[in-house]
Every structure is written in C-alpha cells, then in structure tokens.
C-alpha cells in the first residue's frame, strides 16, 4: 500500500512529482523517491518522511519522471528499499504499488541470469525484468514483463531513450490526468487535482502508455478505449485551510458531509434488491465494519430488514452460506480484504453492491452496483467524515425501506452535529492523557458508537482502548479497572438509559473513573459520573451521529496532548491493499 505519481508534460517532472507525493502520503510514508528522465535517469531516494525541501533534487531537470511514497512490504524502510528500483545498468527506472508474490523464485532465476539485485523488495525483479525484455520500445518490454508476475501492481517504468511512462495495472488502483500537454498518472485522483479534472481509471490487464499529449491503453495487445470521466473533488478539498491537522479539519466537515450525502447519495442499486430479497450481508473492515454495525440497528429497527455485519477479513475464509445481497463498506475502494470478501460473494452467486467514496476505485468494479458517498477526498488516515457520509447513505436507506420513518432526523442531523463541534472536551482529556488503557462502553447502537470511539482513540494517540458492550464488563474487564483505567460511558435516553446508569454505578464501584455521555441537561447521569460531556438534541438516531462526533474530538484532542502525529499515526496507512 504505497502511493505512485507519474508525469509526462512540459515542466520540471521532479518537484511536481514529489508534491503529488506528498498528498499520497497517506497511503505509506516510511520512504520515498523520484527519478526523472533527462539525457539519462536520475534516481533520488531516502527513507523517512518528504521533507519540506530536498535541494538534491534541483539537479533532475526532466519533465519525465515517477516517484513513490513507501508503506514497507519486503525489505525494511531504508534507502535502498526505497522506490524508485532500477536495473542492473540504471538505465531502466520502476516504481510500483502492489505485491509480487512469485518474487522470490524470479529473482533467483534472474540473479542465476546474471542480474545484481541491491534491494529487499520485490519491485526490483521488476525492473530486472523489464532490463531482459527491453529492446527498445518500453511497451513491449513492459508487456512481457508483466507475464510473468503473480500478484498485484500497479507500476510505472521509464527507461533512457524512450521518451514515455509506461504503466501496468493489476488489482493495484491507478488514475491517469488528462491535462493541457502534460499527463499525469497517480494511486488517487488527489495529486492530479491541481492540474485537470480529465481522468482515466485504467483496468486490469491494461498497459499504458503515457506522453505529454496523452495515454494510450493497450488490453491484451490490443488498443482499448477507457471512458474520460470528470472528478468533482477540487484541490481545497486536499488542502488543510488552515486548521492544524486533516484530521481535525475533517471532523469539522462533517455537517457538510451528512446534508450532503444524505441527500444525494442514491440507494437505489440497493433499495430494489432488499425489496427483492430482504435479508442483507454487511462485509466491511475498521470504521467501515463500525458503520455496518450501526447499518444493522437502522435496517433492523426501521425496515425490519434482517442484517449480518462480518469482518471482510473473515468472510473469505469461511463463507457463510448467504444467498441474499452482499454489501461492501469501504471508503477507499481500495481494502484488500473487503475485494476478497466481493469476489467470495460474487462466488456464491450473490448480488453484490459497493458503498464507497471513490469513484472508479477498485470495489466499483468488481461489485454489480455501487453507492457512493459524498466525503470528498479524506487525507487524515483515522476515518471520521466518511463514517458519518456511511451513515447518512445507511440512514437514507433506512428511510427508503421504513416508509419516511427517519426523515426528520435526516433533515436535522447536520445542524446537531454543528452544535456538537462547540463541545469543550478538555477535562475528558485531561483524564485520558493520564491513562495506560480506557474502556468505552454503550449499548444497543452506542455498543458499536463504542468500538468505533476505541479505535479512533488507539489509532491516533498510542493509549491501550477498548470498545465494550457495556453488558460484557462485568464478565471479565473488570478485573481491569483501576483508578488509572477510565471508562468512557455513552448513556443517552431510551430503553437502555436505565441499566447504562446502573453499569455505570458499577464502574465507580469498582474504583474507576467515568467520562459520561449524556445529554444535555440531565443531571441524574451528571451526578453519577466524575466527568460529564453533553450532546445537544432529543433524536435518538441522530444521537448515534453526535456521540461518534464527539468521540472522534475526544480522541483528536487527547492525541494532540500527546503531540502524536495525528495524520500519520506509525505503523498505519490509508488505504491497506495488503491481506
Ligand atoms: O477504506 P476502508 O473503509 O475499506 O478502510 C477500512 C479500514 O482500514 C479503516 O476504516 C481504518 O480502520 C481507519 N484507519 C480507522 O480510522
């Protein structure tokens, strides 16, 4: 899960290279590197993050180039692993995304063939690769080449003499920009932004080849047309505008994002299969698998539509035996584990319909149908407003299928979650950036608001979490509680107010403090509990959209006490194109 820029056109192809990595650093950024065709191939490379400025590229005046941003696979993060890889003579450059799982074997008999490999990685058997079959025209080299790969890339080859990008998809996401005399080629639409709203999603299997007047795609030997669509992102959108962190700035979007979303998002592919067929199997990973959580509370409870959440991860190892509509949540598109769980779906004959947020990302296309949600790019690598842009299209449905039972929630929840962004959270800070471990814990669907506060708390600020069916501690958690271990309590009005308050007695008992999340006003829970944070408005589906806003503050503000790094939280990625 790494991210690629290429670039074909009339400027200096370096700078905008690595500023097109910058906004793909997301997707991994242990190391990264750029290489540039001029008279010959420059390589630049090191490990570690992009730095504000590289003087050692002002050399490389190509205006053709590639460059990548590493999340390791094979081989630590070092300046040698680092992307770009060349061939033995350095006259070929590769950067890819992807894995090649039969690189070993290649690379013995490549090295047996003469070849001297430097890296770890298995990109490099690429370029060795391309080295054997080159004969002077790229394509063809990179046509052969490709033959010989298992597994998924997507890549970019430039080689001295031949004044093109070559690239090559397979199940690794790849864009191409269509702009005024140059053309550009990237993981995500977001570093072609700047530069033209034309783009191209190539296909599996294609080879492309890039120049400043274009591309043109090859499938199977022959010439294919792939339709242009026009991006309705803009470059703001891939900008901080001045607030600190992606992350926070994302949060604040988020009444934007509900209106938006909930009123433009189409259920329909959906909507006339569950009236076909109501019965409804959610696969989906991380926050997205926390939406579909949620997703079985609306359908249950509004459309009497009976729902099963699994894991992606899970589902392709032990299919169970669904013959109803499949549906994968999955903001990037891009989830290895959620396109492994659409593909068991489709081999079981089930319908399949995506709920994602880029258009023409991977999901999309192996899915019958696709939803999409209105989130705009998201950059910070914990997800908040693509949750909320689950939500408001699961919410829709809701509404579709339960005869208008949620339209005045939907037509309100955007100004409740305005409200809730006011929300002073400092003392439920304060307490948290003193623990070792915090427990959340709800009921019904504040259990899921729960798991999905947990994680944005450990994601971001390194502090041991753990979302609870408020019911479950007591089974065994709470041999756990101490004074340093918090619990954060979501106890809202409705059938489970009562036990939440009794749970909650329960936790003080134990020696535990709680961080309460009631709603305004109440004062038997604010008694109750040693910190009390409140959430505005008496909806109470509108009630799970403003506990999890407050959530996603309450783990942002704890993790900036804690001077983590926000956006780039270690060891993570975006997007995780990897099993
Ligand atoms: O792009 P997806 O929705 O498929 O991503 C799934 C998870 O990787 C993602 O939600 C992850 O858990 C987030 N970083 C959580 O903030």
Same mark, same amino acid.
């Given at each position: 899960?790494?991210?690629?820029?290429?670039?074909?056109?009339?400027?200096?192809?370096?700078?905008?290279? *690595?500023?097109?990595?910058?906004?793909?650093?997301?997707?991994?950024?242990?190391?990264?590197?750029?290489?540039?065709?001029?008279?010959?191939?420059?390589?630049?490379?090191?490990?570690?993050? *992009?730095?504000?400025?590289? !003087?050692?590229?002002?050399?490389?005046?190509?205006?053709?180039?590639?460059?990548?941003?590493?999340?390791?696979?094979?081989?630590?993060?070092?300046?040698?692993?680092?992307?770009?890889?060349?061939?033995?003579?350095?006259?070929?450059?590769?950067?890819?995304?992807?894995?090649?799982?039969?690189?070993?074997?290649? #690379?013995?008999?490549?090295?047996?063939?003469?070849?001297?490999?430097?890296?770890? +990685?298995?990109?490099?058997?690429?370029?060795?690769?391309?080295?054997?079959?080159?004969?002077?025209?790229?394509?063809?080299?990179?046509?052969?080449?490709?033959?010989? &790969?298992?597994?998924?890339?997507?890549?970019?080859?430039?080689?001295?003499?031949?004044?093109?990008?070559?690239?090559?998809?397979? /199940?690794?996401?790849?864009?191409?920009?269509?702009?005024?005399?140059?053309?550009?080629?990237?993981?995500?639409?977001?570093?072609?932004?700047?530069?033209?709203?034309?783009?191209?999603?190539?296909?599996?299997?294609?080879?492309?080849?890039?120049?400043?007047?274009?591309?043109?795609?090859?499938?199977?030997?022959?010439?294919?047309?792939?339709?242009?669509?026009?991006?309705?992102?803009?470059?703001?959108?891939?900008?901080?505008?001045?607030?600190?962190?992606?992350?926070?700035?994302?949060?604040?979007?988020?009444?934007?994002?509900?209106?938006?979303?909930?009123?433009?998002?189409?259920?329909?592919?959906?909507?006339?299969?569950?009236?076909?067929?109501?019965?409804?199997?959610?696969?989906?990973?991380?926050?997205?698998?926390?939406?579909?959580?949620?997703? #079985?509370?609306?359908?249950?409870?509004? /459309?009497?539509?009976?729902?099963?959440?699994?894991?992606?991860?899970?589902?392709?190892?032990? *299919?169970?035996?669904?013959?109803?509509?499949?549906?994968?949540?999955?903001?990037?598109?891009?989830?290895?584990?959620?396109?492994?769980?659409?593909?068991?779906?489709?081999?079981?004959?089930?319908?399949?319909?995506?709920?994602?947020?880029?258009?023409?990302?991977?999901?999309?296309?192996?899915?019958?149908?696709?939803?999409?949600?209105?989130?705009?790019?998201?950059?910070?690598?914990?997800?908040?407003?693509?949750?909320?842009?689950?939500?408001?299209?699961?919410?829709?449905?809701?509404? #579709?299928?339960?005869?208008?039972?949620?339209?005045?929630?939907?037509?309100?929840?955007?100004?409740?979650?305005?409200? &809730?962004?006011?929300?002073?959270?400092?003392?439920?800070?304060?307490?948290?950036?003193?623990?070792?471990?915090?427990?959340?814990? $709800?009921?019904?669907?504040?259990?899921?608001?729960?798991?999905?506060?947990?994680?944005?708390?450990?994601?971001?600020?390194?502090?041991?979490?753990?979302?609870? /069916?408020?019911?479950?501690?007591?089974?065994?958690?709470?041999?756990?509680?101490? !004074?340093?271990?918090?619990?954060?309590?979501?106890?809202?009005? $409705?059938?489970?107010?009562?036990?939440?308050?009794?749970?909650?007695?329960?936790?003080?008992?134990?020696?535990?403090?709680?961080? $309460?999340?009631?709603?305004?006003?109440?004062?038997?829970?604010?008694?109750?509990?040693?910190?009390?944070?409140?959430?505005?408005?008496?909806?109470?589906?509108?009630?799970?959209?403003?506990?999890?806003?407050?959530?996603?503050?309450? /783990?942002?503000?704890?993790?900036?006490?804690?001077?983590?790094?926000?956006?780039?939280?270690?060891?993570?990625?975006?997007?995780? +194109?990897?099993?």
């Amino acid at each position: 899960m790494c991210g690629i820029v290429g670039y074909a056109g009339r400027r200096r192809a370096a700078p905008l290279i *690595i500023d097109g990595l910058r906004r793909l650093e997301y997707r991994g950024y242990d190391s990264f590197g750029v290489a540039t065709l001029g008279s010959h191939v420059e390589v630049y490379k090191r490990c570690g993050r *992009i730095p504000a400025s590289i !003087p050692d590229t002002r050399s490389m005046k190509g205006t053709l180039g590639i460059g990548h941003t590493r999340w390791a696979t094979h081989g630590a993060p070092s300046d040698v692993n680092a992307h770009p890889h060349t061939d033995c003579t350095g006259r070929i450059a590769v950067v890819h995304n992807g894995i090649i799982e039969n690189y070993a074997s290649l #690379r013995k008999k490549l090295e047996r063939r003469g070849h001297s490999f430097r890296s770890e +990685t298995d990109t490099e058997v690429i370029a060795h690769l391309i080295e054997e079959n080159y004969a002077g025209d790229l394509v063809k080299a990179v046509q052969e080449s490709v033959k010989s &790969l298992d597994g998924s890339y997507a890549l970019l080859a430039i080689a001295e003499g031949d004044r093109r990008i070559v690239a090559a998809r397979n /199940a690794s996401p790849l864009v191409l920009g269509l702009g005024d005399g140059e053309t550009l080629a990237a993981s995500d639409m977001t570093p072609l932004l700047e530069y033209t709203e034309r783009v191209v999603f190539p296909e599996d299997g294609d080879i492309i080849s890039i120049t400043p007047q274009g591309a043109e795609i090859l499938n199977q030997g022959k010439p294919v047309e792939r339709p242009v669509e026009l991006v309705n992102w803009c470059v703001d959108d891939v900008k901080k505008g001045g607030f600190e962190h992606y992350m926070l700035k994302e949060i604040f979007e988020q009444p934007r994002v509900f209106y938006e979303t909930a009123r433009a998002a189409d259920p329909a592919p959906l909507v006339d299969l569950l009236r076909v067929t109501p019965a409804l199997t959610i696969v989906a990973c991380g926050t997205s698998y926390h939406a579909g959580l949620i997703a #079985r509370y609306l359908l249950e409870e509004c /459309a009497g539509i009976p729902v099963r959440v699994d894991h992606a991860s899970e589902f392709r190892y032990s *299919i169970p035996p669904v013959r109803n509509p499949v549906l994968a949540v999955t903001q990037s598109g891009e989830t290895a584990d959620t396109l492994w769980a659409v593909r068991a779906a489709r081999s079981r004959n089930c319908p399949t319909v995506a709920l994602t947020n880029v258009v023409g990302s991977s999901v999309t296309r192996l899915a019958d149908a696709a939803i999409y949600t209105r989130a705009g790019p998201e950059v910070g690598v914990a997800a908040t407003k693509s949750f909320i842009a689950q939500l408001a299209v699961f919410m829709a449905l809701a509404d #579709r299928l339960g005869g208008g039972s949620l339209a005045g929630s939907i037509a309100t929840a955007h100004l409740s979650i305005g409200d &809730l962004l006011q929300q002073d959270v400092e003392e439920a800070v304060a307490v948290c950036g003193r623990a070792r471990s915090i427990f959340f814990v $709800g009921r019904g669907p504040f259990y899921p608001v729960a798991l999905e506060g947990a994680l944005k708390m450990k994601e971001i600020s390194y502090i041991h979490a753990e979302g609870y /069916a408020a019911g479950e501690l007591k089974h065994g958690p709470f041999a756990l509680l101490t !004074p340093e271990t918090p619990v954060v309590a979501i106890c809202l009005p $409705g059938p489970t107010y009562r036990v939440m308050i009794s749970n909650i007695k329960e936790i003080k008992a134990r020696g535990a403090q709680v961080i $309460g999340i009631g709603l305004a006003g109440d004062g038997e829970l604010a008694d109750v509990v040693d910190v009390f944070l409140t959430i505005p408005g008496e909806d109470p589906w509108v009630h799970i959209l403003t506990a999890s806003v407050l959530l996603q503050l309450l /783990a942002y503000h704890t993790a900036r006490s804690l001077k983590t790094d926000i956006d780039r939280p270690r060891n993570l990625a975006k997007s995780v +194109t990897v099993e």
